[in-house]
């Protein structure tokens, strides 16, 4: 039984869409596993942040993007935050995005 993939919201979605063109197309690589192997897929692809949080970690030409996921009953993978990565580590403010949607959506589960 595999997987689907849910956004936080339009907004999130949109964020993805408007992603430079190999990004988004290194995404949808990443999306079609994530849906086929769920929490069973791992690096490079996809890394724990902990506490049920994970990063998907496509890349392109045009450089690298994180999108913040958690899951939900029904084998359900919500994008909780996108961002292009400019720096090693992920930045503090984006962690912090993805970290109170995600207790969002399990208070709301």
Known sequence: M???????SERVRQ????????IRAGYARLANLLVEFGLSLRMPHSKSIGN???ELRPRGPEGIARMMYCTKIGRRIVI?????????KTPKRDLEIARRRHREVVRDE
Do not use: M
């Not at 595999?2 to 936080?8: G, L, Q, R, T």
């Not at 964020?15 to 190999?22: H, R, S």
């Open 80 to 88: 909780l935050h996108v961002f292009i990565k400019k720096t090693q």
């Open 15 to 22: 964020d993805v869409e408007a992603l430079p063109v190999g």
């Open 52 to 54: 049920g949080l994970f």
């Open 2 to 8: 595999s997987w689907s993939i849910d956004y936080y």
